[in-house]
């Protein structure tokens, strides 16, 4: 099937530091040579830690953030060619939900003046039209009609990601990048939203980017899962495989690292040790070859290629050589 | 003889509303080196608990209703702030969510450190900076000696989070109370905190309250567990009956609601509706609106905790029925 998005060679290094007139800047490697393409009706998880890189691919989709080098095609043309008015058009079949959905609600407006707002924007309905679709928005996601007069903080923190996700569908856009939505809230609050977002797609035929650092949330929801670790993507299959036998040292040490809701009689012992090196000055070869138990001499000199093993399931690491996948 | 017991502990917050309990007549025992999960989501009162324990309730708009915190056979709530410091350290050390927020921004971390040594135990400069070069080698940080002269924020999270555990563990406190304490971290940072505090318990034989609301975390560390919901206990159990055979509908809400690596489940199971607001709670038992299990006696009266099995306490009315299924 035709990818609703495809992503090629993303890229994105900001600038930091330095005195003025950007005197001693160094580059900061955000995201690093980033592909991967999403079908339609799909959901991909793009899953890491912090600072790997992960809400910047998502921003750069929508060009909320403008890459520094690589392509982005939305249903076959690129997204990075295109003036901005051209792009502003494109983004009503774009949109994001944000993990802090107070910090994105405009704190003085009413939550029907902030589901209209970007049908206003664009112009796409009448001001009656566009009360009653804000009226049938707040329905959808579970609120009442009567929340539409009352303000941001008179909602809980699950009230206000549904406004947020209201908000996101105002426009009926077809792909919807969900930042970290549930990562602020309450396991029980957690678990409803996550349902929300899973029958408004098989209602709507929406197509997700879920960004999250959660490994339980992401495997419940997506259908492929893609592993960032210092900007670049490490390793992106089937989830059922990804999940049952991971191949990168990193995507096992993740997975490993989850406390399960299980007691268990002997003590686990850490996998990895270490912390994340920075960004600013990742290490030569593999950036994970500083943590990962598995490291040869190659993986300090050499970025491994990516290599294709069955089932559409890519991963960059030393240990699987290009044609032919080693019994892991 | 319990290291901690706190006896219908009620702590009271002045709002706009008039006065609510955050939390309304819990008790519970801390024995020895025992490690105890206090789990809960936000709301529910776990870490006022925490905080009305180490006195650092913020008074007003907090106050203690009536209660008593009874640590090694003498009532904290009696104490005064004089008083109070000499328990916190050497009596009762406590680590924060957020270890930014615990640590001086314009201190070094060996100040900090060679401080609470200083008034603690009031040995000389050089005996001090020992103790806190070998306490950071303990925890795990790197070149201490360098790391002494480093400020909070030149430190990463995870090490930030280690250099408070250095802090409330340098006078080898008897109670370690632990809010959050791997909430801001990432997964394989999480791992590490965790595995150490299990490793420093059984090195200084020190009693942990953990707080949290990682079910996960909870499982990996306690054993004993208290579910809280809206200011009271609801659940209490060792760590395997509590997962064997949760006895409240929110603790088996709760589990059944967390998406676990181990599961397929197509669809999540959910707790309907939000904890209730403060000044409104519902009047018999506060899970009732939301609870499947509810029946016309659960609004007429505040279930008390009952014994499901020894030391395992539940305090919903139908719990025999619950355990049945």
């Known amino acids: ?328 | 003889m319990s290291l901690l017991s706190v006896r219908n502990l009620q702590v009271l917050f002045a709002t706009e509303n008039g006065e609510v309990a955050a939390v309304d007549d819990i008790t519970f025992d801390l024995a020895e080196g025992e490690v105890l999960g206090i789990v809960g989501e936000s709301g529910s009162g776990k870490s006022v608990t925490a905080l009305s324990i180490m006195g650092l309730l913020p008074r007003p708009p907090a106050r203690i209703g009536r209660g008593s915190v009874m640590f090694e056979g003498e009532n904290l709530l009696t104490y005064g702030e004089r008083a109070m410091r000499r328990i916190r350290g050497p009596g009762i050390g406590m680590i924060f969510q957020e270890p930014m927020t615990s640590l001086n921004p314009v201190f070094t971390i060996g100040d900090q450190i060679m401080e609470t040594v200083r008034v603690h135990e009031g040995v000389g400069k050089a005996a001090q900076r020992d103790r806190a070069i070998q306490m950071l080698a303990r925890v795990g940080i790197a070149l201490p000696e360098r790391r002494l002269d480093d400020y909070p924020h030149q430190l990463s999270g995870g090490m930030r989070q280690r250099v408070m555990i250095a802090m409330a563990l340098i006078c080898r406190p008897k109670l370690l109370i632990a809010d959050e304490p791997t909430t801001a971290l990432d997964v394989t940072i999480q791992q590490q905190i965790l595995e150490l505090l299990l490793d420093l318990r059984d090195e200084f034989r020190m009693a942990i309250m953990i707080i949290t609301h990682n079910m996960g975390v909870v499982a990996e560390m306690a054993d004993r567990v208290i579910v809280m919901y809206a200011g009271k206990i609801v659940e209490q159990a060792p760590i395997g009956a509590l997962f064997r055979q949760p006895s409240h509908p929110y603790t088996r809400g709760l589990l059944d609601s967390i998406p676990s690596l181990a599961d397929d489940r197509e669809r999540l199971k959910t707790i309907p509706g939000t904890l209730p607001n403060p000044s409104a709670l519902p009047p018999g038992c506060r899970f009732e609106p939301r609870c499947a299990w509810r029946v016309a006696a659960c609004i007429a009266s505040v279930p008390p905790l009952v014994a499901v099995e020894p030391e395992h306490h539940s305090a919903c009315i139908r719990h025999g029925e619950l355990a049945a299924r």
């Open chain 1, 1 to 328: 099937m035709t990818p609703l998005v495809r992503v090629e060679g993303l890229t994105k290094h900001f600038w930091v530091g330095g005195g003025p007139f950007g005197t001693g800047q160094s580059r900061l490697r955000a995201v690093d040579d980033v592909s991967f393409a999403v079908a339609p009706g799909e959901t991909l998880g793009l899953v890491g830690e912090s600072g790997c890189g992960k809400t910047t691919v998502g921003r750069m989709l929508l060009r909320l953030i403008e890459p520094t080098k690589g392509t982005v095609e939305f249903d076959g043309e690129d997204l990075l060619r295109l003036p901005p008015d051209k792009m502003r058009e494109r983004r009503r079949n774009m949109q994001i939900v944000f993990q802090d959905p107070y910090g994105a609600l405009n704190p003085r407006m009413t939550i029907e003046d902030i589901i209209k707002e970007p049908i206003e924007i664009h112009g796409t309905l009448n001001a009656k039209d566009a009360r009653r679709r804000a009226g049938e928005l707040l329905a959808r996601v579970g609120l009442a009609h009567e929340h539409g007069r009352r303000y941001p903080h008179e909602f809980s923190g699950g009230q206000r990601q549904r406004i947020g996700i209201a908000r996101a569908l105002a426009l009926n856009p077809r792909f919807i990048v969900c930042d970290e939505p549930v990562s602020a809230l309450d396991v029980s609050i957690q678990a409803q939203i996550i349902n929300l977002l899973q029958d408004l797609q098989d209602e709507l035929g929406l197509t997700y980017l879920f960004i999250a650092h959660d490994l339980g949330v992401v495997k419940h929801i997506s259908d492929r899962v893609a592993v960032m670790y210092l900007g670049k993507i490490v390793e992106i299959g089937d989830k059922r495989a990804l999940y049952s036998q991971p191949l990168h040292p990193y995507t096992q040490a993740l997975i490993a690292a989850v406390p399960e809701a299980k007691p268990r009689a002997e003590r686990r012992k850490a996998v990895i040790s270490g912390e994340i090196p920075s960004a600013l000055n990742p290490p030569k070869g593999c950036r994970f070859h500083t943590r990962c138990p598995h490291v040869m001499p190659i993986c300090r000199e050499t970025e491994p290629p990516v290599t294709e093993t069955a089932g559409r399931h890519l991963v960059a690491c030393h240990l699987y050589p290009a044609g032919g996948v080693a019994a892991a």
